[in-house]
């Protein structure tokens, strides 16, 4: 089994920026993407970014120039920069692993508990 654990959601006012943390624990041999999704209230979880140990990355179209994923292989860590943020980009961001290709929830195969984020306009 593989733990996740996230950091540093919070508050936040529109324009401002954020950086979550999300750090993998336990059977992480093998898991060879980390990435993030979110789920805003009423709709679907719907991926963020995801980047493979080989540095391949998948961005979603909203967050294209705006966020910027990062991942530290020895650590077992990925990093999401946040910058101009909006109030649209309010959600719950969940931490998400497992082997690429992963571009729906359903591919996703280890989550973390989730961190609030909500942008203020």
């Known amino acids: 089994q593989v733990q996740l654990v996230e950091s540093g959601g919070g508050l936040v006012q529109a324009g401002e920026s954020l950086r979550l943390s999300c750090e993998a624990s336990?059977?992480?041999?093998?898991?060879?993407?980390m990435g993030w999704f979110r789920q805003a209230p009423g709709k679907q979880r719907e991926l963020v970014a995801i980047q493979s140990n080989n540095g391949q990355t998948t961005v979603g179209d909203s967050e294209k120039g705006r966020f910027t994923i990062s991942r530290d292989n020895a650590k077992n860590t990925v990093s999401l920069q946040m910058n101009a943020l909006k109030p649209e980009d309010t959600a719950v961001y969940y931490c998400?692993?497992?082997?690429?290709?992963?571009?729906?929830?359903?591919?996703?195969?280890?989550w973390g508990q989730g961190t609030q984020v909500t942008v203020s306009s």
């Open positions: 998400a692993a497992g082997f690429p290709p992963i571009s729906r929830q359903d591919q996703v195969d280890y």
């Open positions: 336990g059977s992480t041999f093998g898991v060879t993407a």
